[in-house]
């Protein structure tokens, strides 16, 4: 079975740039999240997807980053523009619902501002 | 409010010990699920167990074993002979078993294990 895939995997860019980052979930997986993982920390929730619907982005910020799954199945994350700040690994996870919610997680995008 | 604390930065052992890694978790939901991943240099995070609340009973896989104390709000993890491959982050999460079930990681415990 395919894992998560996400693409680029590393990205660097000058600071009000903008970019965007793509994920391609576990077939079948209805639920898709992205992370941020600033060096050091631990992941942090941006936005959860149940299909095509937004369950929870109050951690995203809207002023910036926008996210999408139009399809229900695969996801674009964007930051326009880009801050010193956003330089982070970007991760997207999947699980089959957020009932089962063992959430498998792909290789991330490494994000560098300069 | 739900947190997760993981007060150990750093461990290094030498192969072959064994080593726990603690923590500490904080909710007011009664139901959830607790969750430890590993993240090696690859940067991939990997599912190690999940745990449900209403579930206290210690288990093991392999070298690897979980002990969740609701009492203390603990859920610790040990891994047994250590081998120089387990080197890696390891975070400990907290999810409430609602709609939603997003992770709160804890910051992660940096295991280096020399030979």
């Known amino acids: 079975e395919a894992g998560v895939a996400q693409s680029p995997r590393y990205k660097i860019i000058e600071k009000r740039q903008s970019v965007a980052f793509w994920c391609n979930p576990i077939?079948?997986?209805?639920?898709l999240y992205w992370y941020q993982q600033i060096l050091g920390q631990g992941p942090k929730l941006l936005i959860q997807?149940?299909?095509?619907?937004?369950?929870?982005d109050s951690q995203l910020p809207k002023d910036r980053f926008s996210a999408e799954r139009l399809k229900g199945v695969d996801s674009t994350l964007k930051i326009q523009p880009a801050k010193l700040e956003d330089s982070a690994v970007y991760l997207c996870?999947?699980?089959?619902?957020?009932?089962?919610?063992?959430?498998?997680f792909g290789p991330g995008t490494r994000l560098t501002v300069l | 409010a739900q947190k997760v604390t993981q007060a150990q930065t750093e461990i290094s052992v030498v192969e072959k010990e064994d080593v726990t890694l603690d923590c500490v978790y904080e909710t007011r939901d009664t139901t959830y699920y607790l969750f430890w991943y590993k993240q090696p240099p690859s940067g991939e995070l990997v599912f190690l167990i999940r745990r449900n609340s209403f579930d206290e009973q210690n288990e093991i896989s392999g070298r690897y074993s979980w002990n969740f104390q609701k009492s203390t709000s603990s859920f610790n993890f040990t891994i047994t002979a250590s081998q120089v491959v387990d080197s890696a982050v390891y975070f400990c999460a907290l999810s409430p078993m609602e709609y939603g079930n997003k992770l709160v990681f804890g910051a992660g415990t940096i295991l280096r294990v020399k030979s």
């Open positions: 077939s079948g997986h209805a639920t």
């Open positions: 997807f149940q299909n095509n619907g937004v369950v929870d």
């Open positions: 996870a999947s699980s089959l619902s957020f009932l089962r919610n063992e959430q498998f």
